[in-house]
């Protein structure tokens, strides 16, 4: 056991900390440094079997791209989702986003590090940027706060560089209404201490924590290709089908 076990181990016996997705006294449950028992993190369903080429939506023809992706072109490569959003996902993104619990960061982080390790670890990381309402509710940018977690714990580089301007909620909206409310919202983030020329020529994944209708990542990857990254994969947490 690490420095950072024991320690929070000790926390746990003093302050019982309870897992956000379930309740139960973490003590003996907890897996690692955010508030999450191991019983909630095994509830979690994989997303497996076969899937659209482009988008990763799961198949049910032989085809290799959904009907969708035969009909229209992407900005981005390729998108593949982690995991599907059940209710148990939904009750650990609900619990970052909506009651603001910032530690569990670190618990997404991890699994989109597995990730983009696995896919060769061979390019930068750009957040989606989050709608500015939901930031300014919460105080953090959920998808910031998880890429920062990659780049200074497991030293991934990332480039935080889109920013998005306000626009109605996306939650009701279909992928054309999602397309023309977040037309010209999103845009490169300049500044000293983002270091936009990374992204020129270089692989790019963007990252995100749930696709619903791909119409955010789809303009992200627009801007980016406008900006000259090259290659640009995206990388979710979860898929919303
Ligand atoms: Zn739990
Ligand atoms: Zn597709």
Known sequence: M??????????????????????????????????????????????????????GVPLISEEERCLACREREH????????????AAMAALIGAYKSRGIKTLG????????????????????VPVPGNPAGVRRRGWDHCSVIAEVMARRYRVPVRDCLKRSPGRRQK???????????????AIREGRRVRVDDIVGAPVTLIDD????????????HVLRGRGAGTIDVLTIAMDL
């Open 2 to 55: 690490n420095t950072i076990s024991c320690l929070l181990r000790t926390l746990d016996l003093i302050v019982p900390e309870r897992c956000v997705g379930c309740g139960t006294l973490l003590c003996d449950a907890r897996i690692g440094p955010a508030p999450v028992c191991a019983d909630c993190v095994g509830r979690l369903k994989p997303l497996v079997g076969s899937r659209c080429v482009r988008c």
């Open 106 to 125: 670190v618990f997404f982080a991890e699994i989109l590090r597995r990730e983009w390790e696995r896919s060769g670890s061979s390019s930068v990381v």
């Open 210 to 221: 749930v696709y619903t209708t791909g119409a955010t990542v789809e303009e992200c990857a």
């Open 75 to 86: 900005a981005y490569g390729t998108h593949r989702s982690i995991y599907g959003y059940d």
């Open 172 to 186: 009701e909206l279909g992928y054309a209404e999602r397309q023309r409310n977040l037309s010209g919202k999103i």
